[in-house]
């Protein structure tokens, strides 16, 4: 086991996405967040999903009016402003999100670089480099509207969570379209660095069978770890806690540390030259997206 992971060149920012409701958005960026910060790295979390489940996984406040992503957005708050040092660990802060975020969606639309706000407040200031963040993780609503836009011109790779369950691939060719149209129009270095498997239920045929299949499709941007269902981490977050702190012996806590090595220490990931350009062949986006029009 390592106990302090590489220190990437320059700060490695992830949108952790999948417009499919329940697959372990959340409990991945928390977890991930709390064990890059656990093994020495300074981790933030920007939440942005109105419902706060992550402000609420890492013991920030997140009642309405408080600074939050919200205001970053809209340009009432800076990101020093907004952000809040998480309870889990002194390396690990967070940008909340408020209620009020629900209504972003719509406000947005009328602003100003609409699609770049995020980008604009975390990349136009020295935020990130005076405080010599190692990894920033946004966590996304369950949609494709413009708040995950906005995260996702804001970094250079997408994280995506793919439950291990029935219909696990379903609306994945339609973010396969959304990734490679902001790649197009919105941000070029936009690209897949990693696909984790989650809730993974060992004692079922099913699991195995939608893991082989993610991984044909998808080859070696696929993490080798795989987190498996656990009643320990969906326990975790009641405790405003990840699993990792909550019971860090857990089989879930075990996957979560090692699934942090092997994201940080492979470094942003480099498809191979028979991928396409977000990480994924030309072939598989296509019949993917097929999929998804069915
Ligand atoms: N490995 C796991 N084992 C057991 N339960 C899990 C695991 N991962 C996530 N869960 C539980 O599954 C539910 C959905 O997880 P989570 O909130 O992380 O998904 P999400 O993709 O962020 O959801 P949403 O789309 O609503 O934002 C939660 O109740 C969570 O505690
Ligand atoms: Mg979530």
């Known amino acids: ?35 890059l910060a656990m093994l020495g790295s300074k981790v933030l979390v920007i939440d942005l999903d109105p ?33 809040q040092q998480s309870t889990a660990h002194e390396n690990l802060f967070c940008i909340p999100a408020t209620i009020d975020l629900a209504g972003a969606e719509i406000e947005l639309v009328s602003l100003v670089r609409r699609e770049y706000r995020l980008h604009d407040a975390l990349r136009n200031s020295s935020f990130l480099e005076k405080n010599d963040f190692d990894y920033v993780l946004i966590d996304c609503p369950p949609s494709l509207g413009l708040l995950t836009i906005n995260a996702m011109t804001a970094v250079d790779e997408v994280l995506i969570p793919i439950q291990c369950e029935y219909y696990a691939l379903e609306g994945v060719g339609q973010l396969l379209n959304n990734i490679s149209m902001i790649r197009q129009h919105l941000n070029p270095n936009l690209h897949i660095s990693a696909i984790l498997l989650t809730m993974y239920d060992a004692r079922t045929k099913l699991s195995e069978q939608v893991a082989t299949e993610v991984r044909e499709h998808f080859g070696d941007v696929v993490l080798g770890n795989i987190i498996p269902r656990s009643i320990k981490v969906s326990e975790a977050p009641g405790f405003g806690q990840s699993v990792l702190n909550y019971d860090p012996t857990s089989r879930g806590a075990a996957a979560y540390f090692d699934a942090v090595i092997e994201f940080a220490t492979r470094g942003d990931y480099q498809p191979v030259e028979a991928t396409g350009p977000i990480g994924v062949s030309p072939e598989t986006a296509k019949r993917l997206a097929a999929e998804a029009e069915r």
């Open 1 to 35: 086991m390592v106990d302090q992971l590489p220190k990437p060149e320059a700060p490695r920012l992830i949108t952790v996405a999948n417009q499919k409701g329940g697959v372990g958005k959340t409990t991945s960026s928390v977890n991930l967040a709390s064990g």
């Open 51 to 83: 419902q706060g489940n992550a402000s609420t996984a890492l013991g920030v406040e997140h009642r309405a009016g408080t600074t939050s992503s919200y205001e970053l957005l809209i340009g009432e708050a800076s990101a020093e402003e907004a952000i």
